[in-house]
Each structure stands twice: as C-alpha cells, then as structure tokens.
C-alpha cells in the first residue's frame, strides 16, 4: 500500500542534544510537509518542500531545519532542542496544486530531558 | 480571534448516538473543507472532503459546509466505540502551488459502549 512512514515513532533526546526525524513516501507525491503538533493543540506547520522548493513559515525557530534528498526523502532537524520542543511531530504529502489533500504519516513522539 | 474555532470537548456520547461535531472559521476565502480522524498518538486520517457549500455522504458519516455561515458539520450516525478518537476540521483557501491547511484544535470524542 502506498504510504507516509515515519521513524523513529518514538525518539528520546537530551537538551540541547540534536535529533534528526526521518519521513518518507511511496505516494510519490512532490509535497512533503512538517508539522508539530502539541498536546490538545492543532497540528502547526514548521515548513514544507514543493519539489526541492523549501518554504519556510514566518515562525518557525531557526533551531528547526529540513532537508529533502530526493523526491521520497525529507527530514528534520531540530539543532539544539529545549524542552518546549517535546511534541509529536507529522510529516504529510500532497500532489501539488489543487488537490489540497494531505496524507500524514503516524507521527514521531519528541521527548527532550 | 482563531482562523478556525472548534470545540475541544471532549464529548462522551453511548454507542448509536448520533454525533454533531463543528467548526466556524472566519476567513471567507476558504473553499476546500475536510475532516480529519486522530487516533490517540497517531497520524490524522482524512475521513471527508468537501468543496464549497454543500453536504457530502460516506457510509455513517455526514460533512456539511454552509459558507454564508462560516459554519462546518461532521455527523456520524450509529456511533460505534471504534470511533472514539479526535476529530480535525481542516479548511484551505486553495490555489497556488501548495495547499496549506488551517486546522481547527480537535474535538475529543469518546464513544461508551
């Protein structure tokens, strides 16, 4: 079945200690995006890439970075992580203009001691 | 004020109830309206999709836009336990190359047997 897969599930880092979480897709879609998402909270976009186009939101933390090798790659980087930084974090898809369809991954647990 | 207001919950109903969760949103340029079910520590699944104004069918479950309202509806008739879970409305204006989504905070529903 085609997918969005996310590893790990579940990640423990410490303060200050970087940590890369790695999404990836079999939908072949050209739109692979990063959300945070805090308890009770809706899902908060960091950034998203429209094919090797990176596209950052107005406030999202320098600390939090991306990279997107290839079309089924993407991956975040939180660079010096503080302990607001705990969340689940969702990478989605789409296909392009129009669809506005997004397909989530089943979302990686932050914890930061 | 919110782009998109929903009600947290949570929202405790017995099995075969007929669930009513909602959504008011305040920017008149939204068009694309969906519905999104989140298991507890999983990924959003998108459960409905609906364009412009109007009601759409899917087995139990019910999506209804009144855009002169900024008002959206999700009804699940014959509630089952298995749909207790958190459930996302999501809207975007469209357009352009990429889709992004403003989502609403959730409403928890726990469906007793």
Redesign the interface.
């Known amino acids: 079945d085609a997918m969005v897969i996310q590893n790990p599930r579940y990640q423990v880092t410490q303060f200050g200690k970087p940590v890369t979480l790695s999404c990836s897709q079999t939908l072949n879609h050209n739109v692979m995006y990063w959300y945070q998402q805090k308890s009770s909270q809706a899902p908060k976009l960091l950034f998203h890439y429209y094919d090797k186009d990176f596209n950052n939101e107005a406030d999202t933390p320098d600390n939090f970075q991306s990279r997107r090798p290839n079309t089924s790659f993407c991956f975040l980087d939180i660079r010096s992580p503080g302990l607001g930084d705990a969340a689940m974090y969702l990478c989605a898809t789409s296909f392009g203009t129009g669809a506005n369809t997004q397909y989530f991954g089943p979302g990686t647990r932050l914890t930061v001691l | 004020q919110k782009e ?1 207001e929903q009600d ?1 919950g949570p929202l405790s109903v017995p099995e075969g109830a007929i669930v009513s969760l909602n959504c008011t949103y305040s920017n008149s340029a939204f068009q ?1 309206f ?1 519905w ?1 079910r989140q298991y507890s ?6 459960l409905m ?1 609906t364009y412009s104004s109007g009601n759409k069918e899917d087995g139990r479950f019910t999506a209804q836009v009144d855009k002169s309202s900024k008002y959206i509806s999700l009804f699940i008739r014959d509630s089952q336990p298995s749909d207790s879970a958190t459930y ?1 409305c999501a809207m ?1 204006a ?8 403003i ?4 409403t ?1 529903l726990a469906v007793q047997p």
Do not use: H, I, Q
């Open positions: 998109v947290p694309y969906m999104y520590r999983k990924g959003p699944e998108l999709y996302l975007s469209g357009g352009g190359a990429t889709n992004k989504l989502f609403g905070t959730g928890l």
